[in-house]
């Protein structure tokens, strides 16, 4: 017995030599320098990594930080690679002291497009010093007066956002919000295996999306989906009102008994024209509804519920085309639906196709609303209960307070009431608007900046020049 437990202390002490060889072995290579969280380890890092930032980033526009191109790990490869650096580090130390010390400091990189062009002025205002001493009173003068219109825009869209929140909050049963929007068409002829002649021949199809909200009996809100597939691309008032004749005239929308509506949508062209006004205002002359809204969001504001159910589909086209052909409407429709089992409230979610001709609509023509200027209001309401052909044209006016920090405005709802003086017209085709703005610039405003300020102020009667 004794033999073998001598034999077991000779093999630990063996293992432990062992252990001890590798551990100096390693000790003879260089090692990379771990950092404590204090600075006075080795001073020289810090500073050097200041300027390895400084090297490898972009100022942020509007902002004092800076914009990182690259993620942690490229950092980390690139800082390997200088020849000049104090020391080398692990990517975890490399990480560790870059969170620590220069994460505040930057601003992750996005791409972001559709924004909007007054709100980008704004910016552009902020980054100029109004207490420069080589600025003159009237510069000084101008300078206020932009930022005055920058902050009208932005009361109204808050204005605007609550309104619709609240409306949305405060519905009751037989009341409804219908927001309305059309998608950027989808291009079909796409699949696993694409020739590249088949660009110069993809069809297209247009995508019209309308979300419903309404009141339950037990209290909640329900949201309901209806999407529009069809081959017409034409996006106009002919096209809008045609969808919503045919939702307003099936089952499904009979069955919610809805009495008063209020229907939201952006500022474009094919909602913001006086078709669609009066296409409402026949709607409660026939008195299909008691009450009708039709309101609008801020200029390049109008995101809502309707835009997520776009960015759904487009994720279900893409997984759709990895393995399967997206040729004909039928494969565009059979891919939503598809997709639409697996995903949450499917039940409420439908999708159409509406194949219609245009020519139908200008040989009859269509009727307007000649006598109103639309770009002054905001909101319309037509009701059962206004002596016929009247409706109400609401807008926001604002009203400037002087103060010691600047200029204030204070918002104050206004109600016109309008006499609709009806004509029978044939459908012109919209205009193509494809204008250049020009290219921004982070310091300086563009011509097409101070053009955009000056209409903007001339439309809301602000004060633009001294």
Known sequence: MDVEKEEEKTKKQQQQQQ?????????????????????????????YLQKFLDLHS?????????????????????????????????PSCFRRI???????QCVKARHRDGLCQLCEVG??????????????????QNIRAKKNVVLRHKLSNQEIKEQYQSTLDNLKIGQGVLTMDFKENITLGKGPRELGQSWYTRERRTVFGLQLHKREVDGSISKWHFNVVSECLAHDAVFVKMVLSHLFASELWQSFKIERLAVWCDNAPHFRNKALLAYFLELCKSKDFL????????????????????????????????????????????CFNFFNQFSPNSDKKFFYNLSFSPSLW????????????????????????????????????????????????????????????????NPKKQPKFSKSLGVVN????TPSDEAYLEKKALLWGIKYKF
């Open 58 to 90: 972009f100022p942020c526009p509007h902002t004092n930080k800076k914009t990182m191109p690259h993620s942690i790990n490229v950092l980390w490869k690139l800082y390997q690679k200088m020849t000049d650096k104090p020391c080398s580090l692990s």
């Open 362 to 425: 200008t040989e009859k023509g269509q009727n307007e609303i000649s006598n109103i200027k639309l770009k002054e209001y905001q909101y319309f309401h037509f009701s059962t209960k206004f002596p016929e052909n009247t409706f109400q044209a609401l807008r926001y006016a604002f009203k400037s307070l002087r103060t010691e920090s600047g200029l204030i405005e204070l918002a104050g709802l206004v109600k016109d009431i309008k006499e609709a003086k009806i004509i029978k017209q």
């Open 98 to 104: 870059w969170q620590q010390y220069f994460k505040k």
């Open 19 to 47: 252990q001890q060889q590798t551990q100096n072995n390693n000790s003879a290579s260089p090692k990379p320098v771990k950092m404590n969280s204090k600075e006075g380890q080795n001073p020289e890092l810090l500073p």
């Open 123 to 140: 910016h552009k205002l902020e980054t100029i010093d109004e207490t420069n001493p080589h600025l003159s009173e009237t510069s000084r």
């Open 291 to 334: 009450e009708i809204y039709f309101c609008y969001f801020e200029a390049y504001h109008g995101k809502s519920g309707v835009d997520a159910m776009f960015g759904t589909m487009t994720s279900w086209v893409n997984e759709w085309i990895k393995t399967r052909y997206l040729n004909t409407t039928e494969d565009l429709l059979n």
């Open 442 to 445: 982070d310091s300086v405003l």
